[in-house]
């Protein structure tokens, strides 16, 4: 990282901060570096130089896709218009998170002097989402008074919950529902099957035609039997019988 530093302060700075760090960028790649160290020297470089006040992702990653070319005459302006729309769209995201915060403030006028609920929303703004933890560790709050706050946030529809489970409960306030990714729930063990075991592929039955199908002949064990079934017959009236019989004793009684 610091190698990559050196080049890119080693550029002209009359031409500026912005295409110094492109043909920074393309110098230290064309000596062999790799990207993740020039990205994060270009942060650092720009905001020594005052063009960023934090170190935002403002890297051109879209001038780094499979087919852009390389030559510095067609891949800085690429690069230059990949910073530009990062830039745009951090300062859109920035927007929304104001909004979002002075939205959430007003709903939650009307609070008690030492209620913690202000600075709670302060938190969620800064943060996007919160835990029930993280707030409580924040403002030294026990996770039970932070989660009865983020609680009552979502019933007065200030906040959101994004992930809907028991455990491990994520918030976001509600000014920022569209940017905030919906968690999947924790997949469920499936009964039957071992830990860690792939599911069984089911196969599925192919239709066989009956003019497929050959024709056994049956074997000579499995030919009708002559069978005496007068024995059988003469238990079962008998059975019947008793039955009758009974009926009319219980039925006398």
Do not use: Y
């Amino acid at each position: 990282m610091q190698a990559a530093e050196a080049i890119l302060r080693a550029q002209d700075p009359a031409s500026g901060p912005l295409l110094a760090g492109a043909l920074g960028i393309q110098a230290w790649i064309d000596g062999g570096g790799m990207r993740a160290p020039v990205r994060t020297a270009l942060l650092r470089v720009w905001r020594d130089q005052g063009l960023l006040r934090l170190p935002w992702p403002v890297i051109g990653a879209a001038a780094f896709r499979p087919g852009v070319a390389w030559e510095p005459a067609e891949w800085v302006p690429c690069f230059l218009n990949a910073v530009a729309d990062e830039a745009d769209r951090i300062g859109q995201l920035a927007t929304r998170l104001e909004q979002g915060w002075r939205a959430a403030r007003r709903q939650g006028l009307g609070q008690r002097r030492d209620s913690r609920a202000p600075a709670a929303l302060d938190v969620l703004a800064t943060r996007t989402l919160v835990s029930a933890t993280t707030l409580a560790t924040t403002l030294d709050l026990s996770i039970k008074s932070a989660l009865q706050i983020l609680d009552r946030f979502v019933k007065q529809g200030i906040a959101v919950e994004v992930t809907h489970r028991s455990a491990r409960r994520l918030f976001g306030l509600a000014g920022l529902a569209p940017l905030l990714a919906e968690v999947q729930p924790p997949r469920r063990s499936v009964p039957g099957r071992g830990r860690g075991r792939p599911p069984k592929a089911v196969v599925e039955a192919l239709p066989v035609e009956e003019e497929d199908l050959p024709a056994f002949p049956v074997p000579a064990r499995m030919a009708p039997l002559d069978f005496d079934e007068s024995e059988l017959q003469a238990a079962m009236e008998a059975a019947d019988r008793a039955i009758s019989k009974a009926r009319t004793i219980l039925a006398s009684g």
